[in-house]
């Protein structure tokens, strides 16, 4: 039996998603805890060329939610880059995955071949959908989910690997 397009895509991002809510719970607890603002816990960084945790999970989201609409082939929903709080976050990451969720088996399954092109600043790169999902899509993904862990964790949170990977 083979494995569909979006069976390693729509899953993999809603669970990565749903982790990533669930740790920053946990960072928010700390925090509370603590008597750290929100702002203050936003703006951590595990070293000061790295981007800090908003950023993260802003990225965390973009990357799941257009790589849907692009192997789906259609315009990603485009989010504004404003979260001041956890709860933006947490609204941030909740909307992602609604609308990842949107997407049906069909208008992912077959996109192995499809063209994709992303704008970036050193131009324009191509991919084939499957290369795209496999080789840039998740690994940034979970690049970026693990980077805001692992802010998170030096804070000083109570998050551990269960938490990063969830629940089976």
């Known amino acids: 039996m083979s494995i569909s397009m979006y ?13 990533l809510h669930h740790v920053l719970k946990q960072g928010e607890a700390h925090a509370k805890a603590k008597s750290v603002e929100d702002s203050v816990m936003l703006q951590m960084r595990l070293i000061a060329d790295m981007l800090p945790l908003v950023k993260q999970v802003q990225i965390a989201t973009d990357l ?7 192997l789906a082939g259609v315009d990603p929903l485009k989010f504004e880059d404003n979260e001041t709080s956890f709860d933006e ?9 609604d609308y990842i969720k949107s997407f049906k088996p069909e208008q992912i399954d077959g996109s192995e071949t499809r ?18 999902l496999l ?31 969830g629940k089976p």
């Open 89 to 97: 976050l947490y609204n941030r990451i909740e909307r992602a995955i």
């Open 135 to 165: 080789h840039f899509v998740l690994p940034n993904l979970f690049f970026h989910c693990t980077t805001a862990y692992n802010i998170l964790r030096e804070a000083g949170a109570n998050i551990g690997k269960q938490d990063f990977i």
């Open 115 to 132: 063209a994709i092109t992303l704008k970036m600043r050193s131009g324009d790169v191509h991919f084939e959908g499957e290369a795209y």
């Open 64 to 70: 799941a939610k257009n790589g849907a609409a692009r």
């Open 7 to 19: 069976q390693v895509s729509i899953p993999v991002f809603v669970r990565a998603l749903n982790n």
